[in-house]
Structures are given as structure tokens and as C-alpha cells.
């Protein structure tokens, strides 16, 4: 449609408007038709924009990941809690009593962690990374010695497998077959000079 076209005045009375002197209709007004009626969108609205003051910043705010530059409130960054240091005296033996009956693996853990005053999975925990340890020592690509510090030291002999052959007992000395054995991991267990002074 022409633009000049819609801007024509419209014929006919409207409600509220008298007629013309000459008993003619009153030329109505033309109508307006305004950019937002041609496209057919409607008006936009530009949200509201809030500034927020800045807070007073210190000599060393700049270098803090943790703080924000909006002035937001944080979360407070937790610190790692400071592990408690036993106090058991490791120049002096600790006093315990004898038991009768070999001791249990649940009484041997409960017993150190009550005297270290540490959990007992803590406690389950260094010899679970000490059996980690020894099999790492006594493979193929370890040294083969694995000592626990004052108590014992761990070997291992390697021995190849032999086959079946003739031979004298060293006992009887008469001649006797020995039979084929296959390849072995011969562990050993000797006890240091701590633990022999113990007993």
C-alpha cells in the first residue's frame, strides 16, 4: 500500500464530531502510522542497568584470585587442617603387656593407634604402602633387599629351575636320583641387631 494512500483522511462520521456547515461529513484526521506499526514489532526495552560501588581495595587485593571486582560477597577459602604431631617418645620402649595367644591383625592395628593416637585405618594404611614397598624391592627390576628400619631384613634368591639327574645323598652317601625342580623365588627373613637385642 502507498504510504501517501494511508495518509488520506478517512470519509464518514465518528462518534463525537459534528458535521460540517454544508451538512457534509468532517474530514477526519489522518492517521499516523509510525515505524514500530509498519514493521509490526514491538517496542524494546532497555533493562535498567545497576552500578554497585566499588569496595575500598588493599595493597595486596590486586594479586588475590579470590577476590571479585563487582564488590560480591566470596566464599571463604577453607585451610588445610595442621596434622597433630604424636608426642610418644621414640628414644624409650612403650609399656605393654604380654599376650598370651598370638595377637590379632584387628588388635595389632587398634593397640598402635591408641599409643600413636592415630586412626586405626591410618595404621592399616602404613603397612598397606610397606607391602607395597617390599613388592616393589623384591621384583625383578627391584635390589631384592628390603629392610623394616631396626626390626628385619627381606631377601630373595632367585633359583633356576634344575633337571633330573644322578647324585649322592650327602647324609647316607649312597647314590641317589635327585628329582627336576622348577624355577623359585626363594624368600629369606634375618633379623637386624635391634630386634635381637629385644628378645
Do not use: Y
Not at 459534528?18 to 517496542?43: E, K, N, V, Y
Not at 566470596?74 to 608426642?87: I, M
Not at 586412626?119 to 592399616?124: C, E, F
Not at 598397606?128 to 627381606?154: C, E, N, Q, T, Y
Amino acid at each position: 500500500m502507498d504510504r501517501k494512500a494511508e495518509l488520506l483522511p478517512r470519509s464518514g462520521i465518528r462518534a463525537g464530531r459534528q458535521p460540517a456547515p454544508d451538512g457534509t461529513a468532517a474530514p477526519a484526521r489522518p492517521t499516523r502510522i509510525t515505524r514500530t506499526a509498519l514493521s509490526g514489532a514491538h517496542p524494546v526495552r532497555r533493562p535498567s542497568v545497576c552500578f554497585l560501588p566499588m569496595p575500598p581495595l588493599s595493597s595486596g587485593d590486586h594479586l588475590d584470585p579470590q577476590r571479585r571486582d563487582c564488590g560480591m560477597a566470596t566464599k571463604p577459602v577453607k585451610k588445610a587442617a595442621a596434622r597433630s604431631v604424636s608426642k610418644l617418645d621414640l628414644k624409650r620402649p612403650v609399656k605393654l603387656g604380654a599376650s598370651a595367644k598370638p595377637r590379632s591383625q584387628s588388635e595389632v592395628l587398634r593397640t598402635i593407634a591408641q599409643h600413636v593416637g592415630i586412626h586405626r585405618r591410618d595404621v592399616a594404611a602404613v603397612f598397606h604402602v610397606m607391602g607395597s614397598l617390599i613388592k616393589a624391592d623384591l621384583s625383578r627390576s627391584g635390589s631384592g633387599v628390603f629392610k623394616v628400619p631396626g626390626l628385619m631384613r627381606i631377601t630373595v634368591k632367585r633359583k633356576p629351575a634344575t633337571k633330573e639327574r644322578q647324585g649322592i645323598n650327602p647324609f647316607t652317601k649312597e647314590p641317589m636320583v635327585f628329582k627336576a625342580k622348577p624355577a623359585r623365588n626363594v624368600v629369606r627373613v634375618r633379623p637386624l641387631r635391634a630386634l635381637k637385642a629385644m628378645v
